[in-house]
């Protein structure tokens, strides 16, 4: 069984920037696609963005188009979420998973790291 190690997180200004980083060990993610979702308090765990890992392609969730860029470095085995013109609706625990491709479910999840978002 793999594991994500997320990274990257920590109190930000509104309009400011962060990067988060997903380490993957154990496996081998050419047949993955790799997942960030967050949860804010209070709320369910929503989609964020995702990557298929072997051709590069990515999904969005509206609420983040534009602001956000999920990227991969194969060498490093790591996923990128590169956040941008943070507000304060994006505080909340960000989390990396990963799917096999053919699967619906995101079966492999990271512990989550806090953003928090100052207004």
């Known amino acids: 069984q793999g594991q994500l190690v997320e990274s990257g997180g920590g109190l930000v200004q509104a309009g400011g920037s962060l990067r988060l980083s997903c380490a993957a060990s154990g496996r081998t993610l050419s047949s993955y696609h790799m997942g960030w979702f967050r949860q804010a308090p209070g709320k369910g765990r929503e989609f964020v963005a995702a990557i298929r890992w072997s051709a590069g392609t990515t999904d969005y969730a509206d609420s983040v188009k534009g602001r956000f860029t999920i990227s991969t470095d194969k060498a490093k085995n790591t996923v990128y979420l590169e956040m941008n013109s943070l507000k304060s609706e994006d505080t909340a625990v960000y989390y990396c998973?990963?799917?096999?491709?053919?699967?619906?479910?995101?079966?492999?999840w990271g512990q989550g790291t806090q953003v928090t978002v100052s207004s």
């Open positions: 998973a990963a799917r096999l491709s053919g699967s619906y479910e995101y079966s492999t």
